[in-house]
């Protein structure tokens, strides 16, 4: 670890992402910090064109700082997207300084802003690991844990909702069910009674003319039924020569005897 002169207000330590400069002394808002420095690079040179690192530090569209040099010890100062510090650039002199933007009390992380560009090409695929990310990560994932706890309580309640509902719609089945089952027992009790009761009234019988029988449940007593008169010969002795005759008789009304009859 790179060691720091006393007299300097700040010293580096360790951090959440590796290596950090931190605050050993009070450090007003407006103070010049650390200057950032190294070689200076030429875009139009091939040679220092082709240099690649995560420490270069651009000026203008020419020139380039190359902080990776082990004596510059402002490269270890983090990025923030939150900082207490920013980078004063001026492209004239080919110098850059690092100025405190607030009050920084001893202990704390200086940070400083590295730009779009540089967030894009090498922080973003990693994720960003400042405080202000990560309180932001942290929120992100407390209120999606509240979600899931809200979303799985509605579902709970959906599922209770269904359930009851599921209940009361199978008691109302079951009660119908046993009404049906109540109303035709009773039917068929019903209906037996009614058998059973038939079964012992007594059955008349009578006969009709052609000698058919005929029950009958309506009344007890047997009914006599009228037979239709029907022609018939009656043999007769003639007074002459004492042969028998055939005569025509008239039909007789019911219950009464036939003329020529004693």
């Not at 018939?232 to 008789?249: F, N």
């Amino acid at each position: 670890m790179p060691v720091t002169s006393p007299k300097k207000p700040y010293r580096v330590g360790r951090s959440k992402t590796g290596l950090g400069l931190f605050a050993t002394q009070p450090i007003k808002k407006g103070t010049k910090i650390i200057r950032y420095f190294g070689p200076l690079l030429d875009s139009k040179k091939k040679k220092d064109d082709a240099i690649e690192n995560k420490y270069l530090f651009e000026l203008n569209d020419r020139w380039t700082i190359d902080g990776s040099v082990r004596k510059n010890i402002a490269r270890y100062i983090n990025h923030a997207c939150k900082p207490n510090a920013e980078s004063d650039v001026r492209p004239r002199k080919r110098k850059v300084f690092i100025r405190a933007i607030k009050n920084i009390a001893p202990g704390e992380e200086i940070n400083y802003d590295y730009g779009t560009d540089y967030f894009k090409a090498y922080l973003k695929p990693i994720g960003c690991k400042c405080d202000a990310c990560e309180k932001k990560r942290a929120k992100k994932r407390a209120e999606e844990r509240e979600e899931r706890k809200r979303l799985k309580a509605k579902a709970e309640r959906k599922a209770e909702k269904k359930a009851a509902k599921k209940a009361k719609k199978v008691a109302t089945t079951s009660r119908k069910t046993k009404a049906k089952a109540a109303k035709t027992g009773k039917a068929k009790s019903t209906n037996g009674a009614l058998v059973k009761k038939n079964a012992r009234r007594p059955i008349d019988a009578r006969r009709t003319g052609s000698g058919a029988v005929v029950a009958s449940r309506e009344s007890k007593s047997v009914k006599p039924i009228s037979r239709p008169a029907v022609a018939r010969s009656q043999p007769m002795v003639s007074a002459t020569s004492g042969a028998p005759m055939v005569m025509p008789v008239a039909a007789a009304p019911a219950n009464e005897p036939a003329q020529g009859q004693v």
